[in-house]
């Protein structure tokens, strides 16, 4: 399939604050290993089903939390696999299809718990609303770390939850490089299922990578080169 690539030249050069922590594979087990322990509360009789989902979208889908918190029943379209977006960063609606298996933990979460179609996906117990990002990040920090045996995050380093759409991206781009696809041709692509506005925020997941396979960095240095901000750069 075809791809349109955009000229680089017009992207501004620009520096990256920080690096994003990028779990490795068998941290992403233990992290999900421990999401489907969590205790299921009389009070909160969803939450280990609504934690187990949630947790798996954001690294499978790559959502932002406040994207997949939003997801209402009727957002998902089983006949299809794909998941809308409405109104994500920056005002953008988008579809996103999902694998086979998240496809399926979707529709038996929704199976589970049958609602109406306007309810939130993951629903809180406090009445008809969604679940607390105050609260998965509490919990998150100091459930899901010690239990998955992560490090905790101090000094502006370590896991987030945020992390885990990093991690898909920086995953995604393994992949494509080990299977032997055109990872330049690839790239709008997955600008456009992570929903970004610019393509130059979807080049930087190749810095990132190229402490995993240098050679998806040395491949595009010549055409990209500047636009992407180099580790050594980070403070």
């Not at 996906?121 to 998965?136: A, D, E, K």
């Not at 100091?142 to 101090?154: D, F, K």
């Not at 393509?199 to 995993?212: E, G, N, V």
């Amino acid at each position: 399939m075809d791809a349109w690539s955009p000229e680089y030249s017009s992207f501004p050069i620009y520096r990256v604050d920080f690096c994003p922590f990028i779990y490795t594979r068998p941290q992403v087990a233990s992290l999900f290993a421990a999401v489907d322990v969590l205790p299921r509360l009389s009070r909160t009789p969803r939450r280990t089903a609504n934690y187990s989902l949630l947790f798996r979208l954001l690294y499978g889908a790559g959502l932002r939390i406040g994207e997949a918190l939003a997801l209402r029943i009727c957002d998902w379209d089983q006949t299809s696999g794909v998941l809308r977006i409405c109104q994500g960063k920056n005002r953008k609606d988008r579809l996103i299809p999902l694998s086979p298996k998240l496809a399926d933990r979707v529709t038996t979460h929704i199976r589970q718990y049958a609602d109406e179609a306007n309810m939130p996906l993951f629903l809180s117990p406090q009445g008809n609303h969604t679940l607390s990002c105050c609260v998965i990040n509490h919990t998150f920090r100091n459930t899901l770390l010690p239990q998955a045996g992560l490090p905790p995050r101090h000094k502006r380093q370590g896991p987030r939850i945020h992390d885990l759409r990093h991690t898909f991206a920086v995953h995604r781009l393994e992949n494509w490089f080990l299977a032997g696809e055109n990872i330049e041709a690839k790239l709008p692509y997955l600008a456009a299922y992570m929903g970004h506005t610019n393509i130059r925020d979807t080049y930087y997941y190749l810095r990132i990578t190229q402490s995993f396979f240098p050679e998806i960095t040395r491949r595009l240095e010549a055409k990209v080169g500047d636009i992407i901000p180099r580790m050594e750069d980070q403070p």
